[in-house]
């Protein structure tokens, strides 16, 4: 690291000693953007690092930085500003790094589905990228003003910092989700999830919120392992864990518990709500084929749910989750305890929902 620094500060001394005939501002520019770099390296999240570049641009060349995008193993991670454009930029996103909808998660926004968005011109929308070991990314940027070789050499060595930035960040990053991250579903495992749930019943409890919890486990899996060998076994749980995930909120956590069980920690969630996304995740796990050595494998799943209550710790909420699950296995499985029983009002046509321990 101290040798890249003194790489950069060497190339921008050179640079300015060329350019500038005013020592005074030769000097402002220098100080300005060597504090900067060593800002980036003192950062300790990506979304740290980016808006320190923000920051850098305009301060030094005057330039709105409007989307980072940091490509990842399952996806991309996207930094945007301002929100109103969001419609033009991730449509230049998806097609530059060849992506769907779905491999794009925001580091700094969440949209609603029915946000307005507005469109702009893309004429003078200039980009830059980013290579630096396991650090691919991309930077666009709407100058004010025409792109000059002074900024050009600015810019890259912003960004030569910034990659340097990243890809340390991203190392520790690789690091940390090795410790936490169950390598076959990419599910948090039960250790993360312990610290997880302890630090989410905290917040719960000190601003008043609810919090649930549903424990689900794959009926008869060991079936499916007899059936289709460990490989079968594994490429379902892998299919079943991506397809629960993707069908969760951004703010929720998947984790594996052990085996073919899993635990999903639901925040601002009240029971109802649990209830009826396990039942629609329960749904979606029964109609899914998953197809391995010309057959297809399906499976069914039993959902536990509990909610956090007054004086609860983990130990209670996880119990009462299990125990639930417990009741789903011995009343039948492929199903969600407590349940949700549809009740017909006498003087309305829909459907209500109650509450219910007898499953459905």
Known sequence: MKLTLEKITNNLSALFSVIFTSAAKQASIHN???????????????????????????????????????????????????????????????KDFKIGQKDLNYLNQNFEPDELQEEFSMENLVYYELNEENCCSRLYMLPKKSISSFHNEVANLILQGCATALSKQIKMENLRDAAVIDPLTGCYNRREFENQINRHIATAARHKKQLSLFMFDLDYFKKVNDTHGHLGGDLVLKKISFLVKDNMRKEDILARYGGEEFVAILPETDKNKAMELADRLRSKIADIRIPHNGSTIRVTASFGVSELTPNADMNKIIQDADTMLYRAKVNGRNRVMPGLIKICSPKKTKLQFQNSSGGI
């Open 32 to 94: 300005k953007l060597s504090r900067h770099i060593v800002a980036l390296n003192k950062k300790t999240s990506s979304e740290e690092i980016i808006n320190e570049v923000a920051v850098c641009l305009k301060d030094i060349l005057d330039y709105r930085l409007f989307a980072f995008v940091v490509k990842k193993k399952d996806g991309v991670d996207v930094w945007l500003d301002p929100r109103m454009y969001k419609k033009s930029l991730e449509d230049i996103i998806l």
